[in-house]
């Protein structure tokens, strides 16, 4: 059997203790990440988030928001910004919707994970992290019934248990893992 | 051929069938939020398979007309992103202000929020008595919605902070009545508002205008219809006219950008250049 070829996207969603995970999952990321790293952080709605320049100065790659219909890039980190979804429109675009908000959440992450997994079917790696809510799910389900990879963060040491337990249950995982481990495992998996 | 795969092949039939039954033409929209809706749609219509959507959408036309707001997207509040309506009050409305009339053009105005704050704004700037505003949309169900002018009253905390947020100088109470569980907004702002169905996709120039607002509407189009949109826009616009888009959506990645200069990035208004 021929190696699984590497993933084309790898796509994050978090939620409640998702800034402190974040920080350390994009430090991990190598400068020369040849993906693009496309994140849902359950935000507050109604106002501007700040999670892009907080985060960037400690990741090898920009960090930016996402802006609609923006180039699909390598090597980059984008977030869904507030009160919008992020989603994968094809292989080089990205696109915004103000639609429903999913499990009262908008940004949502079952939209981003879903719209990926259409576009780039088994070509995608979906990480899971800690979040108090049931988003992610659906998504989780949907990478894996594309052939994709899904790994989450082992709910025990999560901070927040609920995201990655419900997801584990929903969907079944093809790894679960502390979060170091699961940076590391990620460094190894494009280096 | 995968689910997926299938699916998105359902998807273009069903477009291009709708376009042909009906004459509204969704094949140019982003199809990534459109897969959601259409899923979302399914359950609504208690369809198995999208084929089986389709079926029922040529067939029932009242259907089709219930599914209008699958296709469509109606999420808006008055003096949404305040911040915005603060620019052209600050930007747009000394220049407006230069001409003894004005045109504005709010392109998919949904169900009339952004349409009755901007008629609220030029009142209060004493331009909505030179002013014709043009609201426009492709769902008629809306379009009766925006002309009503009438909103569920527990939304209209939000529309009120906005509403100061944004620069008002009275109170956003000055310009309803309430009755119903609903607030009903004063008929005066009414009186330079033309409601009309326009097809950004389909239609095209129907008036010169000096201000063109349309906010979240081409975050639905790919980039080729956006592209056109951006287009009927800079032909609609008068020389030096105002683009106001959504505070996420940008003209930088499409054919147009160099039809048009910045006048806040921060807010995404746009004049045309010279």
Not at chain 2, 33 to 48: D, I, N, P, T, V
Not at chain 2, 226 to 246: E, K, M, N, W, Y
Request: hydrophobic share 45%.
């Amino acid at each position: 059997m021929s190696p699984r070829p590497l993933p084309r996207v790898v796509v994050v969603g978090t939620s409640a203790g998702g800034v402190t995970a974040l920080g350390q999952l994009l430090a991990a990321l190598p400068a020369d990440l040849p993906v693009p790293v496309l994140i849902v952080l359950h935000l507050p709605r109604d106002r501007p988030s700040r999670i892009a320049g907080l985060l960037d100065p400690g990741c090898s790659l920009p960090v930016l928001e996402a802006e609609d219909k923006q180039p699909l890039r390598r090597g980059t980190v984008i977030f869904a910004p507030p009160d919008y979804h992020l989603l994968v429109e094809d292989e080089r675009t990205l696109a915004l919707s103000c639609d429903a908000p999913v499990v009262f959440s908008r940004p949502a992450i079952d939209p981003l994970f879903e719209s990926a997994a259409a576009v780039f079917g088994a070509d995608v790696l979906a990480i899971l992290l800690t979040g108090a809510s049931q988003d992610g799910s659906e998504g989780i389900a949907a990478v894996r019934a594309a052939g994709g990879l899904a790994w989450l963060q082992c709910p025990e040491e999560a901070e927040a248990s609920t995201m990655p337990a419900a997801a584990l249950q929903h969907a079944g995982a093809d790894a679960v893992l502390p979060l170091e481990q699961l940076c590391q495992r990620l460094k190894e998996m494009f280096s | 051929m995968n689910e997926s795969a299938l699916f998105d092949l359902e998807l273009k039939v069903l477009l291009e069938a709708v376009y042909q039954r009906y004459h509204y033409d969704f094949r140019d929209y982003a199809v990534s939020s459109l897969r959601r809706r259409m899923r979302q749609a399914m359950q609504r219509f208690e369809c198995e398979r999208l084929t089986d959507l389709q079926h029922r959408l040529l067939h029932e036309p009242e259907v089709f007309a219930q599914a209008m707001q699958f296709f469509t997207v109606q999420v808006s509040e008055m003096f949404r992103d305040p911040g915005y309506f603060r620019v052209l009050r600050e930007q747009a409305v000394p220049v407006l202000r230069t001409y003894p009339s004005i045109k504005l053009w709010v392109a998919g105005c949904s169900t009339g929020e952004e349409v009755w704050s901007l008629a609220i704004l030029l009142q209060e700037e004493g331009l909505l008595d030179r002013a014709i505003v043009y609201a426009t949309d492709i769902n008629p169900t809306a379009l009766a919605a925006a002309e009503a002018g009438a909103f569920a009253i527990d939304r209209l905390a939000q529309f009120s902070r906005n509403y100061l947020q944004a620069g008002g100088t009275g109170s956003l109470s000055d310009y309803y009545t309430t009755a119903y569980n609903g607030a009903v907004f004063d008929r005066r702002l009414r009186r330079n508002i033309v409601f009309a169905d326009h097809s950004l996709a389909t239609d095209t120039v129907f008036s010169e205008v000096h201000l063109v607002s349309c906010r979240n509407v081409l975050i639905y189009f790919n980039r080729e219809l956006q592209d056109r949109a951006v287009g009927l826009f800079r032909d609609s616009l008068v020389h030096r006219g105002f683009l106001g888009l959504g505070s996420k959506e940008s003209l930088q990645f499409g054919e147009h950008h160099a039809a048009f200069e910045t006048c806040s990035r921060e807010q995404r208004l746009y004049r045309k250049a010279a």
